[in-house]
């Protein structure tokens, strides 16, 4: 048990001097951008053929189908459609909320950030953080997760609900009551 104090004192440690630009904390430089200066007016999409590929990426299960719904839209040209690559990069810059990835435990037991971003085996389960098939096969070059967890900070959250009236209005509900 006294390791487990020792690890909580490290987390509380690391805590302590923490900023939103350092580079464990998994923000982009644009990310980053966002939270310090946000939008201030709603988001409008006036082009049907952008709101129709948001609409199939927030609603599919497998995104990766967004191609060919397209395909299936315009068999013979669907050039305009934009690929799963732009939606979600026009998604999280209508939005301003960029998703935040960690490598974590297979087991869900612990992300690899923090004091745990230099391990290589969960410090609870001890499985691999990488697929130790291509780690071993690439002399530890290659570094695939065996997980990621995708976080969306709150704070670019809440920015993108107070840029909306409807939302703004609906947030102050109970105060009303």
Do not use: W
Request: proline share 7%; net charge negative; aromatic share 6%.
């Amino acid at each position: 048990k006294l390791i487990d104090l020792r690890h909580s004192v490290t987390y509380i440690d690391a805590l302590r001097v923490a900023s939103l630009d350092d580079p464990g904390t998994g923000m982009t430089a644009d990310a980053l951008e966002h939270l310090q200066n946000p939008r201030c007016q709603p988001t409008t999409i006036n082009d049907d053929v952008t709101a129709t590929a948001i609409e199939l990426y927030l609603n599919l299960n497998y995104v990766t189908t967004i191609n060919s719904c397209a395909h299936h839209l315009s068999p013979d040209n669907n050039e305009g459609f934009p690929s799963l690559y732009k939606v979600k990069k026009l998604v999280t810059e209508l939005s301003s909320i960029d998703p935040i990835k960690h490598d974590m435990c297979i087991n869900s037991c612990m992300a690899f950030t923090g004091p745990n971003s230099h391990l290589l085996m969960c410090s609870i389960c001890s499985e691999a953080r990488y697929d130790p098939i291509k780690f071993e096969q690439s002399g530890g070059k290659e570094k695939v997760p065996c997980a990621v967890t995708t976080m969306f900070p709150l704070g670019p959250q809440l920015q993108a609900l107070y840029r909306d009236p409807k939302s703004t209005e609906d947030m102050g509900y109970r105060q009303q009551q």
